[in-house]
């Protein structure tokens, strides 16, 4: 019984997803890596339907280069364009955050890179599921901390005011909040920065 109640108590968490596809690519060597086609189909695309997949109360692009084409992959999403997103990620973080403050009736905001296409929803739902409200909950591969993350409400505001290549983690740091580890396996850290990342990730998955 207990168990069962602990659960019910979980579930009624709400969470945003916040899916960060507005990067440059620099490493890439000139293409938008999440136009680029993976085992069939556009890298961005996986992230969306992973969190299409998911139980997440509202699902947000976070766009920046190639506006156009990368949110005509994301049709359900609600949109948030970034025109800065060339000083740094933190710009990205701060616009979507800004997006997630608006929103009253949500607990959390899931943090999920566009350049991971070995997640999934299922794996999407775990992290909800342990997500308490006032813990940071953080996908992991063998006990090493990776990405999406969710981090509560109560950092929102902070999150809100980044800027230039500022990624969170000195917030998340400062607050002094616990972090809830969730094994997922590789698809915590298996993100795709460089052409040689992305014929190795495809070869791995063949």
């Known amino acids: 019984m207990k168990a069962r109640a602990m ?35 556009p890298l961005l695309s996986y992230g969306v339907d992973a969190i299409d997949a998911a139980n997440f109360v509202e699902r947000i692009l976070v766009t920046g280069r190639d506006h156009q084409e990368i949110q005509k992959l994301a049709p359900d999403f609600s949109v948030v364009h970034n025109p800065l997103f060339q000083q740094g990620f933190g710009t990205s973080l701060a616009a979507g955050f800004s997006e997630l403050i608006k929103i009253d009736d949500i607990d959390g905001g899931l943090v999920m890179l566009a350049d991971m ?23 992991a591969h063998q006990g090493a901390p990776g990405n999406p993350v969710i981090l509560p409400r ?9 800027d230039g290549e500022q990624s969170g983690q ?6 002094g909040l616990p972090v809830r580890l969730v094994e997922i396996g590789l698809a915590a850290i298996a993100d795709i920065d460089t052409p040689e990342a992305l014929a190795a990730l495809q070869e791995a998955v063949l």
């Open 154 to 162: 109560v950092l929102f505001a902070n999150l809100a005011e980044l």
């Open 117 to 139: 296409p070995l997640i999934t929803g299922t794996q999407l739902n775990q992290l909800i599921d342990a997500f308490d409200g006032t813990s940071i909950g953080r996908a």
């Open 7 to 41: 659960r019910q108590v979980q579930t009624m968490t709400k969470v945003a997803a916040l899916l960060m596809a507005a990067g440059n690519s620099r490493r890439m060597g000139g293409p938008n890596k999440l136009l680029m086609p993976f085992s069939g189909k």
């Open 170 to 175: 000195a917030i998340i740091k400062a607050s």
